[in-house]
């Protein structure tokens, strides 16, 4: 079964051999054993829960940590040292299929640094903008979560499709606009430029994209519950949802510095 998150490549609730997924249990793969095959533990919603709470949590502590103990002066390398290594683990997760408790809680650790030095950066200059971020994210939350069991938007393999084709036009736009500020425009192509219309255009576009990465999480969750995937891919799920609440407050936190005096 081929989850429709494109955080979770492939055929990613099917183990690799056997079991969910493959031939049922009493067929002929299991005619010939005079034993019974051990059970594989099921993925649940309380499994989900728990599993994206701690996830949750840890990103939230190592954020509280970086905010409080990096010195300002000492901000940018390690920013720099933790998006490596966030970027290296989330790839690791990503194409190599190895969510478990370790790599999902490392990788929330590591974000949790770049989100802390983020926002510290951004509160220090916009004051309150990152309270009023959290509480934008959460209201975010909230609403795509009601539409979804509210059945407003259905999450189609052709949405799936829209959302990634989306996701990757924003993200080829950023870098083209980091490279014209490289090169020696002031502020790129426009798209995030407090003086700019494009650059609001731009973050409300970003933050819808983030809740439809909500959407496409709650699908898998559903999914996976609902087909009995193996437990293990509760990480997955959390790790799925912690990228889309961090994508989508990440932007909110940029579009209300667009409204937000500087201090």
Same mark, same amino acid.
């Not at 949790?112 to 959290?134: E, K, M």
């Not at 924003?170 to 500020?181: A, F």
């Not at 609902?226 to 990440?250: D, N, Q």
């Given at each position: 079964?081929?989850?429709?998150?494109?955080?979770?490549?492939?055929?990613?609730?099917?183990?690799?051999?056997?079991?969910?997924?493959?031939?049922?249990?009493?067929?002929?793969?299991?005619?010939?054993?005079?034993?019974?095959?051990?059970?594989?533990?099921?993925?649940?919603?309380?499994?989900?829960?728990?599993?994206?709470?701690?996830?949750?949590?840890?990103?939230?502590?190592?954020?509280?940590?970086?905010?409080?103990?990096?010195?300002?002066?000492?901000?940018?390398?390690?920013?720099?040292?933790?998006?490596?290594?966030?970027?290296?683990?989330?790839?690791?997760?990503?194409?190599?299929?190895? #969510?478990?408790?370790? /790599?999902? =809680? $490392? %990788?929330? @650790?590591?974000?949790? *640094?770049?989100?802390?030095? !983020?926002?510290?950066?951004?509160?220090?200059?916009?004051?309150?903008?990152?309270?009023? #971020?959290?509480?934008? /994210?959460? =209201? $975010? %939350?909230? @609403?795509?979560?009601? *539409?979804?069991?509210?059945? !407003?938007?259905?999450?189609?393999?052709?949405?799936?499709?829209?959302?990634?084709?989306? #996701?990757?036009?924003?993200?080829? =736009?950023?870098?083209?606009?980091?490279?014209?500020?490289?090169?020696?425009?002031?502020?790129?192509?426009?798209?995030?430029?407090?003086?700019?219309?494009?650059?609001?255009?731009?973050?409300?576009?970003?933050?819808?994209?983030?809740?439809?990465?909500?959407?496409?999480?709650?699908?898998?969750?559903?999914?996976?519950?609902?087909?009995?995937?193996?437990?293990?891919?509760?990480?997955?799920?959390?790790?799925?949802?912690?990228?889309?609440?961090?994508?989508?407050?990440?932007?909110?936190?940029?579009?209300?510095?667009?409204?937000?005096?500087?201090?």
């Amino acid at each position: 079964m081929e989850s429709r998150n494109p955080a979770f490549r492939g055929n990613a609730f099917e183990p690799r051999a056997g079991g969910y997924g493959g031939q049922p249990y009493g067929g002929a793969a299991y005619a010939a054993p005079g034993y019974a095959p051990a059970a594989t533990r099921t993925m649940t919603m309380d499994a989900v829960v728990v599993r994206g709470f701690l996830t949750f949590v840890t990103l939230v502590v190592t954020a509280a940590l970086a905010w409080a103990l990096v010195p300002t002066s000492l901000a940018p390398p390690v920013l720099v040292v933790a998006l490596i290594a966030e970027i290296g683990i989330w790839a690791f997760i990503a194409f190599g299929r190895k #969510a478990n408790a370790a /790599t999902v =809680l $490392a %990788f929330a @650790a590591v974000y949790g *640094v770049v989100v802390g030095l !983020i926002s510290h950066s951004y509160n220090d200059i916009y004051h309150g903008v990152v309270f009023q #971020a959290v509480v934008g /994210t959460a =209201l $975010a %939350f909230g @609403a795509t979560l009601a *539409v979804y069991a509210l059945r !407003i938007v259905r999450v189609t393999p052709k949405f799936a499709r829209f959302v990634m084709a989306a #996701a990757l036009a924003l993200i080829g =736009l950023m870098l083209v606009n980091w490279v014209v500020h490289l090169f020696g425009g002031d502020h790129g192509i426009g798209i995030r430029d407090p003086g700019n219309p494009l650059a609001y255009v731009f973050s409300v576009a970003a933050i819808l994209v983030g809740c439809f990465f909500l959407l496409l999480d709650f699908d898998a969750v559903e999914t996976g519950v609902r087909t009995g995937a193996p437990e293990k891919f509760a990480w997955y799920c959390a790790f799925g949802l912690v990228l889309s609440l961090v994508w989508i407050y990440l932007e909110i936190l940029r579009l209300l510095s667009y409204f937000s005096g500087r201090d």
